[in-house]
């Protein structure tokens, strides 16, 4: 059924491999070893392309990254003396952006203008990885964190850069669709959203078929005159949206045995 949808990218390790520029990724995680291999990955290819690549994490991530570029065959203390690597505390950063509860945009511009552009003399390409946006949903501010994700867009804009952000969040948890997960589409260029996209593909199959059943006369319509949303995301998770805005009764239930299957 994932067929009758356009094609979207094939995987993540070609999305973070080989981005397209500019480009504001983002990747829903629910293990920290798939965060880790994730950024991991989009640095060490950055390093290797002659890129300049900065991240902004917890001391925990960044050192589980550290440790995913030694596997790469990077060694991120050589990169980062040459100023070719750049690591940031996050927590630092959300001091330096957020002022009394709120995101305050010129410092967000000053802080983050004044990295990317100090790269971006030296190096013919910058990709950004952070998770400013996590720590705030993580403590509980949405807002504050979509926020960021459009003055993210911005920069990303401004100085041409790849940007990639990273967000704890269980793809499989209805409540998620109601706000955090279209914000996120919308935020984005691509979306994520699972580490096998061929296990979710199956599971998220095998729940249409067995709540749903074929999908077929005003359905497939349906399904074939649907627009989508913004992002490139796989067909899977494409899927997901569709049956939500059309059969919103038996979304839950579906999301539930996939999550099973998955």
């Not at 400013?132 to 041409?160: F, K, Y």
């Not at 059969?247 to 539930?256: G, K, M, Q």
Request: hydrophobic share 45%; proline share 4%.
């Amino acid at each position: 059924m994932h067929e009758r949808l356009p094609a979207r990218h094939a995987s993540w390790q070609d999305l973070l491999g080989s981005p397209q520029h500019p480009a504001h990724i983002v990747q829903i995680y629910e293990s920290d070893d798939f965060l880790a291999a994730g950024v991991a990955l989009f640095a060490a290819e950055g390093l290797r392309r002659g890129e300049a690549v900065l991240l902004t994490g917890t001391p925990a991530h960044l050192r589980s990254v550290r440790d995913g570029l030694r596997a790469h065959g990077i060694d991120a203390g050589e990169a980062a003396a040459g100023s070719q690597l750049a690591l940031f505390d996050v927590n630092e950063a959300i001091d330096t952006i957020v002022r009394g509860g709120a995101v305050d945009a010129g410092r967000f511009d000053r802080a983050v203008g004044k990295a990317l552009a100090s790269a971006a003399a030296s190096y013919p390409h910058v990709r950004w990885w952070g998770e400013i946006s996590n720590v705030l949903q993580q403590r509980g501010d949405t807002r504050a964190a979509l926020e960021c994700e459009h003055l993210g867009n911005a920069a990303m804009r401004r100085h041409g850069v790849t940007l990639f952000c990273s967000y704890h969040a269980d793809k499989f948890d209805p409540d998620g669709y109601e706000a955090l997960l279209p914000a996120l589409c919308k935020a984005h260029s691509h979306v994520i959203p699972t580490e096998d996209y061929v296990r979710h593909r199956l599971a998220v199959n095998r729940a249409i078929q067995e709540v749903v059943g074929e999908i077929r006369g005003p359905l497939l319509q349906s399904l074939l005159s649907w627009r989508g949303v913004a992002c490139d995301l796989p067909t899977s998770q494409a899927l997901l949206f569709w049956l939500r805005e059309t059969l919103p009764e038996r979304f839950r239930e579906v999301l539930s045995r996939a999550k099973a299957y998955a």
